[in-house]
């Protein structure tokens, strides 16, 4: 019998140019507030978006975006009291807003602080009352419940991709099944030697990172200068 | 976390720390494997359209100076819910699209016509009808023109590159005076660009959709990473293919973080690193001389006591001044340039008693003084890297310089930047290729438009230079003016920015100011019209930023009492008298305008977006080309006299201007404007962010979560001697103004230079058109806002 599916992501860091666009992308799609996002830009060296930093005496500035890593083994799970927090059988972590109690233990337990949390009734920057953006599909959340990335969920039971995979316009993101050898998202990581953030946390996210390419500065030896 | 993290700290895990990524970000780095091939498939994943079966689904583009992304807009109910990438369509748009979804309902949107009650400028507003404001603007402008004359009502409008705000108020201006009107000279973006292009190869010319296939690519003063965002694929493609990647900018700029090799030149001295670069390609004979023979004026022969070309007018009576001469070394003669066999590349010879020097001569003669230590000097560049790229430059072809409408031509002589570069690429004989020459932004003009502006013939009594408008609207030049029509433009966006705003507070007696949302402009206003937004009017999009016709349909009514801009101006033209030349519906008037092409709306509508190069009906070269990659200047001819690429310019020297490139100093530095210098030490630089296009996105809620507030980047040594610690709020200063904004302490920007963001309005306080130089380059008028001295202080 086929193993389960096991739907992950993976973010290739070499075409990425932390254009925050999956992450507004995803606030339109699932409607989420203002204050929060369920896909953020980090960058790695810098101290905010679009400033370098440094490492080692270089001047770096690399984007990470971090969602749900929809965690093998998913600390947010383990943590919930009341059993709002659970895992498909096809990997993707939900959240049940009906049984949230709001008590955000699965926000102290995500290492990624990938969740976030709808402190008074949402506000979307709509002035429009009755106006709900978005995928129609996608539930609405009442204040005091904790919320995050379900990897568009709505979208991907009708056979689509996750909104800020459709969304990238750099071609970054591929969605798919880590448990099939031969799917693209399986491939990638073999080529590319992706892997996982903060591994030592143990959580086995099914978000994988292909390495952004190393530089190659003007040096004399430099093959392709022809000397 | 510091801000732009996670806008929500609230909710922010403590866990995830800096350290553990960079910690984690240590280990990635040393497994860099590149493979190929894969991105086919995810275009194909992409282009699967979503499915909402209860959603009414639209098509239309995004249209400020961006590149035009083509949208699917879904509409339940009679509103627009959603926003996705049209499928039909080869890019994806980014955040600034997907950001008018919420734009469009924004709480901060104008959603009535408003009058103003109290003071300019002071925030005090009375809702009036519709017909209120029409009547009183119609009325304002009928005076101004009976009593002053029609060239006293001033129109302006801002970089909407759709077709309908523009043409609409084009030709209600027209129509209003006659003909008669104030111009505009130059602009605020690219005009060195087009003029050098069209001096030297006789039109403007993009290689936006070609990226990819360059083996090298040097992104100068430009930052395609968030100016093209959503043609970063085919950056990112083209690296994954090995292309080099090479940025030149005093900013360690998002695309320099993409790059190999990053290099901060001195604001203002790119010309000269370029004719360091020129000097090695000739020293070394790294050119492409065939190329150079047969399709650039560098062979053609120069009268050594005028500096001009040799031409048939100069040898013979009624000769033809658009015949040159090139040496022919068969024949040792002077021959025609139409009718050499072996023409002689460089030396200097005697013509009928006239001693004449070949063009390439005379450029080796002026790149001759650009030697390393020179060149090092001037731009604080190593020039040893510099002989570098020179090289890799002349060995990697197809080889593309990305300038786009880059910083560095926005500079005292920046037409000359951008002669150094298609001198360059003409060198190394880098034309006619996909992936090669010099990538300018344009697909605009390209297509056979039918003007719908000018019905009268347009009759100019005065000008106004663009980056001009303070001192001009304050001095009263050309002659005083009573009415300013203004729209879809942020007031910040000029020059020298205090200036102008006070003089329209002062020197105007009526402003009408036409937006979607209170802008820097509107609120000093008069009388403040709501405009509809994009997705609730009908309008083109034709090649302009890409190169593809696209319809916007109108998806859903305007909200509020917004209206569109036809509407607006068809209201006013029935009160002015003239309702009889607004007399057509949005589509009709967009059927009109594509007669030429046999495209209509309804046509659009049916296909989507369509590529300009498909059929020889949709440009003007008349060439049709079945697919991607389009080859400029393998079917379209270098329109300059000689059709030639002009190293030496007949335009330019007909203009009586240094027909060659050189370089010269820019206006404010330390060489130039000493005394200035001391007082001001710092080169301000204007950045291009994500955030914005020009000022455009300001209002988005979901944008400024990402971009809350202004700031000024500051080397940390810089900042030491000031006393500036990272996060403090620091004052940027020089003698047109103030602005104060956070601090970001990095050693990502030349020291000696700081640079705040393009595109703040006014009432942020951290407006860096406050600071810009609002002189002009010479030849073209453009603005030269990267050649500005600034000192910064604690605030």
């Not at chain 2, 940025?247 to 901060?264: G, M, Q």
């Not at chain 2, 030349?581 to 589509?587: I, L, R």
């Not at chain 2, 000022?695 to 001697?721: G, K, L």
Request: contains cysteine.
């Amino acid at each position: 019998m086929m193993a389960n599916k096991r739907l992950g992501l993976v973010i290739d860091l070499d075409r990425c140019i932390g254009c925050w666009t999956c992450a507004t992308a995803c606030k339109a799609e699932n409607g989420v507030a203002l204050g929060n996002w369920w896909n953020r830009i980090l960058n790695v060296e810098g101290a905010a978006t679009g400033s370098p930093g440094m490492v080692a005496g270089e001047v770096k500035m690399t984007n990470l975006p971090v969602q749900c890593m929809h965690c093998e083994n998913a600390p947010c799970v383990k943590a919930c009291p009341v059993g709002a927090t659970y895992k498909r059988e096809d990997g993707i972590v939900m959240q049940d807003y009906n049984k949230c109690i709001g008590c955000r233990m699965c926000m102290a337990a995500c290492p990624y602080g990938a969740k976030v949390f709808n402190w008074g009734e949402p506000q979307t920057g709509v002035s429009l009352a009755g106006v709900k953006l978005g995928n129609p599909a996608v539930p609405e959340r009442p204040r005091h419940v904790a919320e995050k990335c379900t990897f568009c969920v709505e979208r991907v039971d009708q056979g689509e991709l996750p909104a800020c995979v459709a969304a990238c316009p750099a071609l970054t993101r591929t969605f798919g099944d880590l448990n099939d050898p031969n799917s693209e998202v399986s491939i990638l990581i073999r080529e590319r030697n992706g892997s996982q953030l903060l591994p030592e946390f143990g959580t086995d996210p099914n978000i994988y990172y292909l390495p952004a390419r190393r530089h190659h500065p003007i040096v004399e030896k430099t093959p392709s200068y022809g000397g | 976390m510091s801000e732009g993290h996670l806008t929500n700290t609230k909710t922010a895990s403590p866990n995830l720390t800096r350290r553990s990524f960079l910690k984690w970000s240590a280990a990635l780095g040393g497994a860099a494997v590149l493979t190929g091939g894969l991105k086919a498939s995810l275009v194909t994943a992409g282009k699967k359209a979503m499915s909402a079966p209860l959603d009414q689904v639209f098509r239309s583009a995004n249209n400020p100076e961006c590149n035009h992304c083509a949208f699917q807009v879904h509409v339940r109910d009679g509103r627009i819910v959603r926003l996705a990438p049209d499928p039909d369509f080869y890019l994806r748009p980014c955040l600034r699209g997907y950001s008018r979804l919420q734009g469009l309902y924004s709480t901060a949107r104008l959603k009535y016509p408003f009058k103003r009650v109290g003071e300019r400028g002071e925030g005090k507003w009375e809702r009036i009808s519709w017909d209120e404001a029409l009547d009183t603007v119609a009325e304002k402008l009928a005076e101004a023109r009976d009593e002053f004359g029609a060239e006293t009502v001033l129109f302006q409008r801002g970089a909407v590159l759709s077709q309908m705000p523009g043409a609409m108020m084009g030709r209600f201006a027209n129509v209003f005076g006659k003909g008669v009107t104030t111009a505009g000279k130059g602009g605020l973006c690219c005009n060195a660009m087009g003029e050098a292009s069209t001096a030297m190869i006789g039109y403007r010319v993009s290689e936006i959709e070609n990226f990819a296939f360059s083996k090298l690519h040097i992104s100068w003063g430009h930052n395609p990473a968030v100016s093209y965002t959503p043609h970063w694929r085919y950056m990112a493609n083209g690296i994954e293919k090995g292309m080099r990647l090479v940025t030149i900018d005093p900013r360690f700029s998002e695309t320099a973080a993409k790059s190999d090799v990053w290099l901060a030149p001195r604001p203002g001295t790119d010309t000269a690193i370029a004719m360091g670069m020129i000097k090695v390609i000739i020293d070394e004979k790294l050119y492409d001389e065939t190329f150079m023979l047969n399709r650039t004026n560098m062979p053609f022969l120069v009268v050594e006591s005028t500096g001009k070309l040799l031409r048939e007018s100069d040898l013979v009576a009624e000769g033809d001044p658009a015949i040159f001469y090139v040496w022919d070394l068969a024949t040792k003669t002077a021959v025609k340039h139409t009718e050499v066999a072996s023409p002689a590349l460089s030396g200097s010879f005697e013509v009928n008693g006239l001693a004449v020097r070949t063009v390439f001569s005379r450029l080796a003669e002026r790149a001759a003084r650009y030697d390393v230590a020179t060149v090092s000097e001037i731009s604080g560049v190593d020039g040893n890297k510099i002989v570098l790229l020179a090289r890799e430059y002349a060995a990697s072809k197809p080889a593309m310089i990305n300038s786009g409408m880059s910083g560095a031509q926005r500079t005292t002589h920046g037409e000359y930047f951008v002669a150094s570069l298609i001198t360059l690429a003409a060198l190394t004989g880098n034309y006619g290729m996909a992936g090669a020459g010099v990538n300018d932004t344009a697909g605009v003009s390209h297509w056979p438009s039918t003007n719908i502006s000018s019905p009268f013939e347009s009759d100019v009594k005065g000008s106004i230079p663009a980056t001009k408008l303070g001192e001009y609207l304050w001095e009263q030049k050309p002659y005083p003016l009573q009415v300013v029509y203004w729209q879809g433009k942020g007031l910040g966006q000029s020059p020298n920015s205090s200036l102008v705003r006070k003089a329209m507070i002062e020197k105007i007696p009526f402003i009408v100011v036409q937006d979607n949302f209170m802008t820097d402009a509107a609120q000093i206003a008069d009388i403040v019209l709501p405009a509809a937004h994009l997705f609730e009017r009908y309008d083109l999009m034709a090649p302009s930023r890409n190169f593809h016709f696209q319809i916007m349909d109108k998806a859903a009514e305007p909200l509020w009492e917004a209206r569109s801009d036809t509407w607006i101006y068809t209201e006013l033209a029935k009160r002015l008298g003239f309702g009889d030349q607004f007399n057509k519906t949005e589509e009709e008037w967009i059927d009109e305008m594509l007669v030429k092409t046999g495209l209509t709306a309804q046509s659009l509508r049916e296909s989507g977006p369509v590529w300009m190069w498909s059929d020889a009906k949709y440009n003007k070269f008349g060439v049709k080309w079945d697919k991607p990659p389009f080859y400029w200047f393998k079917d379209t001819p270098f329109t300059t006299p000689s059709g030639r690429i002009e190293i030496h310019s007949v335009r330019w020297e007909d203009k009586e201007e240094d027909p060659m490139v050189d370089y010269k100093a820019a206006e404010e530095t330390a060489e130039t404007a000493p005394e200035l210098y001391k007082k001001y030490p710092l080169a301000l630089v204007n950045a291009k962010i994500n955030a914005f296009v020009h000022s455009t996105y300001q209002q988005m809620a979901w944008i400024r979560e990402i971009f809350p507030q202004p700031w000024v980047d500051i080397h940390e040594e810089d900042a030491t001697e000031r006393g500036i610690e990272a996060g403090d709020m620091v004052e940027v200063l020089n003698d047109r103004g103030t602005i104060k904004l956070k601090a970001r302490v990095h050693q990502g920007i030349r020291k000696g230079v700081v640079s705040v963001q393009n595109g703040w309005w006014l009432d942020t306080g951290g407006n860096a058109s406050v600071l810009s130089n609002d002189s002009h380059t010479k030849i073209s008028f453009g603005h030269t806002l990267n050649s500005t001295l600034v000192e910064v202080r604690k605030a």
